[in-house]
């Protein structure tokens, strides 16, 4: 089954250690998008990945990055998590057109980050 | 600032009643719109959508309404089952865009 999976599905760091949530996609979409979720909200867009192009949210801090080495693939790196940065980190995929109707994204399962 | 709401964070219906979930958007140019829905340690799964150029659409058991007048849309689910229960999440965006607007859901409990 065409499918999009998120590694490591649980991550604890520790204050200010590097951490990278890994994304895979079978589906050969154009667009890989990062969103960090937190209890009880909504979940918020990071960036995403227009193929290769790179596009980052306003709001979101310097301390992510991301990286996208090819189609299948979508890495989110947070160079020094706060406590602040525990949440559910959701990657999801479409195929970007820019139709009326369809192009509904794909979620993979998440990964919780607990910053110690 | 969030120009999705969902007002009500939770929802307790029993077996075979009606749940109907609420969202209200701000952003005049959304005209498309998607509801998901989420169980625990599961990413979020499409469920229904509806274009602006409808009222209504339905798929089995699930019915969308949209009043653009009021900047307004709800889920009906009829008749509401156990494995119904999850947390459901109003998105929107505009035509040309994929950026999707998330809401911050509305947890529905289904009583037996």
């Known amino acids: 089954d065409a499918m999009v999976i998120q590694n490591p599905r649980y991550q604890v760091t520790q204050f200010g250690k590097p951490v990278t949530l890994s994304c895979s996609q079978t589906?050969?979409?154009?667009?890989m998008y990062w969103y960090q979720q937190k209890s009880s909200q909504a979940p918020k867009l990071l960036f995403h990945?227009?193929?290769?192009?790179?596009?980052n949210e306003a709001d979101t801090p310097d301390n992510f990055q991301s990286r996208r080495p090819n189609t299948s693939f979508c890495f989110l790196d947070i160079r020094s998590p706060g406590l602040g940065d525990a949440a559910m980190y959701l990657c999801?995929?479409?195929?970007?057109?820019?139709?009326?109707?369809?192009?509904?994204?794909?979620f993979g399962p998440g990964t919780r980050l607990t910053v110690l | 600032d969030q120009q999705v709401k969902q007002n009500s964070p939770s929802l307790s219906v029993q077996e075979g009643r009606i749940s109907i979930l609420n969202c209200d958007y701000t952003?005049?140019?959304?005209?498309?719109f998607l509801w998901y829905k989420k169980y625990p340690a599961e990413g979020p799964t499409f469920l229904i959508s509806?274009?602006?150029?409808?009222d209504k659409n339905e798929d089995g058991r699930f019915t969308v309404f949209l009043n653009k007048s009021a900047k307004h849309l709800s889920l009906h689910i009829v008749p509401s089952q156990p494995g119904d229960s999850a947390v459901y999440f109003c998105?929107?965006?505009?035509?040309?865009?994929?950026?999707?607007?998330f809401g911050a859901g509305t947890t529905v409990t289904v009583r037996a």
């Open positions: 990945y227009y193929d290769k192009d790179f596009n």
């Open positions: 589906l050969n979409h154009n667009v």
């Open positions: 952003n005049s140019m959304f005209d498309y």
């Open positions: 998105a929107a965006r505009s035509s040309g865009d994929y950026k999707l607007s």
């Open positions: 509806i274009s602006s150029i409808k």
């Open positions: 999801a995929t479409s195929s970007g057109g820019g139709e009326r109707e369809g192009n509904e994204q794909f």
